[in-house]
């Protein structure tokens, strides 16, 4: 209450201004914090793999296909949208094949999407929300940490996710938070619809599950009235637009799109999802409660100004859907806890009490609580992501140029010659193994690689097409899993093998649960595929023609 009292006009004024001084400090402020991030990392390069080493591959296979001049869903299976891999393309075609790529592409999705993000805040929040919300999304899609993993876990594996919660926060932001005043001309809002037509469309392309929360959260907006007829319908027909566009510049068959995704769900067990939704909100419910202080103070706040009831109905009803809709993501991720879509239900209620501060004018050391309260309450939902990503950027990348790093004389004289391990802690050992597995892979290829060899590496994830700048063979997938395919659903083998005149199979343990031979059975044993070799992790096979 001392700092409400004798300092009320400071921190009121520091949380909710909106003069263009505080705009061009946290855009300042916001574009300095990003600028280093992002330059640290393209200084630095890739980090040190420590987590899912991996899982890698899937990425670099994705872009170096086409980069060759495949389509993703029309030359090659995927269970997922093909962003991830169109974004690492650009970062090859910017730099060149490596895993630093990846770095590039994101870099430059940062750098996009917060220009954007910030200008579309302002229109909505203060200066400060702005500007802390722009470096969430920025950190959140250049961070080198899967999400739920721990800090010092350091590698790309599911980087879909990441640009997933970026682009789903701000569509909802967009969705749930009217502008504040109405703009001159319709122009600002239309551009707005194109935007969030864009966001549906690159949510589409990057993973079907943030696109369907997506979908939920516009059509909860139009019920609630927080989004009038005229912007949805302009944002239904930009997002056809989009997919038009998007669909006629890269190619992809919408038909066999739709059908690698029908693959994708049906090889998913309902039991174990509805289950793992059942662990996650027993694990997060404690969350609820204070997702509803702010919710209540909100509501509160539009009783005291006899707001309609309705409306105050509004003020719970949206964090409440966030939250539920956050589990069902944590349900269909492999996403331990970590949910940062939760922070844009906080902000909300942040917005809502920081809107009703301002149009009622109340005292000033009792708005000052409220709004540090619900301030407060999106800092507890943002810095835990935050704070993990930062101190993941400090252990991934301040080892570049230290003794901890280790690589092979293989891998070095590969297109992967940036691609590093850590040599030591807990995981250690999966450094090694995955260093022992790419040496020996790579050295299997160069024995009976020759002009004519179209390869298809049914693995868990193929680094090796990049590494080694083999043109791929059509057909063939992204990631041989268990939640990607299953005796019950699968791609046709013809379309697995296409027009390859070698497979590499992995030995021993199946990287999806699942031999290939149990997966089609006599149809496999039907190929007739001749054994080139066998080493200790893989299998070479040449296909008769």
């Not at 943030?210 to 944002?235: M, N, P, Q, T, W």
Request: net charge positive.
């Amino acid at each position: 209450m001392y700092l409400a009292r004798d300092h009320a006009q400071t921190i009121y004024s520091v949380l909710g201004s909106r003069s263009k001084r505080a705009f061009s400090v946290a855009a300042v402020v916001a574009g300095l914090v990003l600028a280093f991030a992002g330059g640290y990392l393209l200084k630095k390069g890739a980090p040190g793999l420590n987590g899912r080493p991996w899982d890698v591959g899937c990425l670099l296979d994705g872009a170096w296909r086409i980069e060759s001049g495949q389509v993703p869903h029309r030359d090659f299976y995927s269970h997922l949208g093909s962003f991830p891999y169109y974004l690492a393309w650009l970062g090859i075609r910017v730099s060149h094949p490596s895993l630093s790529a990846i770095i590039y592409g994101n870099v430059m999705l940062m750098l996009a999407l917060c220009l954007v993000a910030f200008l579309t805040l302002s229109r909505r929040t203060s200066a400060l929300y702005s500007g802390l919300l722009t470096v969430f999304f920025g950190v959140l899609v250049i961070s080198v940490r899967p999400l739920g993993d721990p800090y010092d876990c350091n590698d790309f594996a599911m980087l879909y996710n990441r640009f997933g919660e970026a682009f789903l926060g701000l569509f909802a932001a967009l969705a749930f938070l009217p502008p504040l005043q109405p703009a001159r001309s319709r122009f600002p809002d239309l551009l707005e619809a194109m935007l969030m037509g864009l966001l549906l469309t690159l949510l589409w392309f990057d993973k079907l599950n943030y696109f369907a929360i997506a979908v939920l959260s516009f059509g909860v907006a139009l019920v609630l009235r927080l989004l009038d007829k005229r912007r949805a319908a302009a944002c239904c027909i930009s997002a056809i637009c989009w997919l038009g566009v998007v669909l006629m510049i890269t190619h992809v068959p919408l038909g066999s799109m739709l059908r690698d995704f029908r693959i994708m769900s049906q090889a998913q067990s309902l039991n174990l999802r509805v289950t793992t939704l059942i662990i996650q909100f027993i694990k997060s419910a404690w969350l609820l409660p204070l997702l509803m202080l702010g919710a209540w103070e909100s509501a509160r706040g539009l009783a005291q100004n006899q707001g309609e009831r309705w409306i105050r109905f509004r003020e719970w009803l949206v964090p409440l859907f966030i939250f539920g809709t956050a589990l069902l993501i944590l349900a269909s991720n492999c996403q331990i806890e970590e949910s940062p879509f939760l922070v844009i239900a906080a902000f909300y209620s942040a917005e809502t009490v920081r809107r009703q501060s301002a149009q009622a004018a109340p005292e000033l050391p009792f708005a000052t609580v409220r709004n540090l309260a619900t301030f407060c309450l999106v800092l507890f939902f943002l810095l835990p992501t935050l704070r993990t990503d930062l101190k993941a950027f400090r252990s991934g990348l301040a080892m570049g140029s230290n003794r901890d790093l280790v690589s092979s004389e293989i891998l070095k004289s590969t297109n992967l010659n940036d691609m590093q391990f850590r040599a030591n802690g807990s995981r250690a050992p999966f450094s090694e193994a995955c260093i022992e597995w790419l040496d020996e892979g790579i050295e299997l290829i160069r024995r009976h690689q020759s002009p004519e060899t179209r390869l298809n590496a049914l693995l868990g994830a193929n680094p090796f097409h990049m590494a080694l700048g083999l043109r791929p063979a059509e057909g063939g997938l992204i990631c041989y899993a268990a939640n990607t395919l299953s005796p019950r659903s699968h791609p046709a083998l013809p379309r697995l093998v296409g027009n390859a005149t070698h497979l590499l199979i992995a030995r021993g343990a199946s990287p999806g649960g699942v031999e290939i031979s149990e997966l089609y059975g006599d149809e496999w044993k039907s190929l007739k595929l001749e054994i080139v070799e066998q080493t200790k992790h893989f299998e070479l096979l040449r296909v008769p023609h």
